[in-house]
Nanobody, 116 residues
Framework: VQLVESGGGLVQPGGSLRVSCAAS????????MTWVRQAPGKGLEWVSR????????FYADSVKGRFTISRDNAKNTLFLQMNSLKPEDKALYYC??????????WGKGTLVTVSS
């Protein structure tokens, strides 16, 4: 199993960014997936998750209405579109595979910095 995030970078407050997670080594289309972030000096914060078919989606209150999670099962890729970014969104963003009761595989993360 391998999860590789990409697309992080520096963006100004109010800007947008899309991060991706390329999955391999497992049947991606059959798993729920999730995004988790960790701000500098803080603990892990769950951001969003979606079902294997992409129809059931949940967001943390902190990102609801600004972030959109999606997936392309044909390309084994998970996405997180982030709009109206705030300085407090600065974090290392991880994708993870969900199984019953746990996130069993994680990527190494991609860094998103929101600063003017």
């Amino acid at each position: 199993v391998q999860l590789v995030e990409s697309g992080g970078g520096l963006v100004q407050p109010g800007g947008s960014l899309r991060v991706s997670c390329a999955a391999s080594g497992f049947a991606f289309s059959t798993y729920y997936m999730t995004w988790v972030r960790q701000a500098p000096g803080k603990g892990l914060e769950w951001v969003s998750r979606l079902s294997s078919d992409g129809r059931t989606i949940f967001y943390a209150d902190s990102v609801k209405g600004r972030f959109t999670i999606s997936r392309d099962n044909a390309k084994n890729t998970l996405f997180l579109q982030m709009n109206s970014l705030k300085p407090e969104d600065k974090a290392l963003y991880y994708c993870a595979r969900l199984t019953i009761g746990s996130m069993d595989y994680w990527g190494k993360g991609t860094l998103v910095t929101v600063s003017s």
